[in-house]
C-alpha cells in the first residue's frame, strides 16, 4: 500500500503550539495534544478560518473534525464507493465559506462536504482524461474557490471551480520545466500562484494560476535547498514557502522575494552584464554573450562586485537568505533565454540551469 503524508500532517504542531513574545521574539510551547477516535492515524488536515480543525484518517476512511482546542464536534465518512465514502483519504483542503474538499487516493475522486460534512458533490474517476485522476494526492483551493488537484500518478495538475467541472490541467511525465514525476503536494499563494512539490524530481515548480510555468528550484541532496522526496508544501500570507523534505526528515523555509530585473531585445552580437541579486552587501552577477554565427548565447562568467553601481539600468533583487533566482537573460530574435542560479550561505554562487524558453 502506498502511503503518503502531507505537509499539512506537518504543521500540526503549529496549530498546538501556544505563541508566546518575549523581547520582541515570536517563541513557541507546547499547549495541548489530541487524539483521534479509534486509535486514528492522521495523513493530512487543515483549519478553517473558524479556527476548526479537519484531519483525514485514511487508515479509518474518516474525516474528523475538532474546535481549536482539541474538542471532538464531528465525522464523517466509512469505507466503500459510494457519496461520502472513502477508500484512502489523504488530501483535504477547504474553502472560504468553510466547505471541505477531500482527495480519495484509491477511490480517484474528489468529494465535497459542508463543515458539518453533509455530502455535496463529488468529481471524478479512474483513467487519463479529463476530470480523471490516478491516485489524487494533494489538494488546494485559490482565493477565487477554483480548486488544484496533484494528480500524483498522471503526472499532471487539475483545475476546476468549485462545483468540480473540469476547467484545465498542465504537466507530463519527465524532467523538465512544467513536468512531473510524482507531484504530491500542491498550495496556493494570494496572489494565485500555485506550488507543486515534485516528490521524485526533487524540486519545487510554480505556476500561475492557470498553469504557465513561472520557476522553479531544489535538486536531490541533502544540503540547503536540496530535497530527497519533497512531498507536502505550504505557503504563508507573506509568500514564504514552507517544504516538508520528507527523505531528509525535515522542512526547509525559502523566502519570498520580489526580483525587478530587465531582459534587453536585441538582434546582433552583444554581451550582456545581467544584475543577480545583492546579499550581505555584495553584489552578484552574470556576463552572457551571443555565440557568433549561432543562435545560441552562452554564459562567459558569474560573480560578485563590491557594489551594483554599475547596473543603473536593472535593478537587483536584496535578499537576506540563501536565495535560487531565474533570470531573464534575453529576448534575442523572438527567443527568450534565462540562467537558473543559486546561493547558499557559505557556498560559492552557482549556476544550476541555463537555456532558453
Known sequence: MKHKYSISLMLAIIFIFAIAFVANAQTYQFELMWLLPNSGVPSALVVDASGN???????????????????????????GTGNGQFSYPIGIAVDASENVYVADAYNDNVQKFDSNGNYLTQWGSYGTGNGQFTYPDGIAVGASGD???????????????????????WGSSGTGNGQFSDPDGIT?????????????????????????????????????????YPSGIAVDTSGNVYVADTGNSRIEKFT????NLCAATLSGNFTLSVPIAIY???????????????????LTNVGAVADASQFSSCTPATLSTSFQLQ????????????????????VNLTLTGYGAN
Open 53 to 79: 480543525v479537519y484531519v483525514a484518517d485514511a487508515e479509518n476512511y474518516v474525516i474528523v473534525k475538532f474546535d481549536s482546542n482539541g474538542n471532538y464536534l464531528n465525522q464523517w465518512g466509512s469505507y
Open 147 to 169: 480548486v488544484y488537484v496533484a494528480d500524483a500518478s498522471n503526472d499532471n495538475i487539475q483545475k476546476f471551480d468549485s462545483n468540480g467541472n473540469y476547467l484545465t490541467q
Open 188 to 228: 496556493v499563494d494570494a496572489s494565485g500562484n500555485i506550488y507543486v512539490a515534485d516528490a521524485n524530481n526533487d524540486n519545487i515548480q510554480e505556476f500561475d494560476s492557470n498553469g504557465n510555468y513561472l520557476t522553479q528550484w531544489g535538486s536531490n541532496g541533502t544540503g540547503n535547498g536540496q530535497f530527497s
Open 256 to 259: 519570498s522575494m520580489t526580483v
Open 280 to 298: 550581505a552587501g555584495q553584489a552578484y552577477w552574470a556576463d552572457f554573450a551571443y555565440v557568433p554565427n549561432t543562435m545560441d548565447i552562452a
Open 327 to 346: 533570470i531573464p537573460v534575453i529576448l534575442f530574435y523572438g527567443v527568450s533565454y534565462f540562467g537558473d542560479f543559486q546561493y547558499d550561505q557559505g
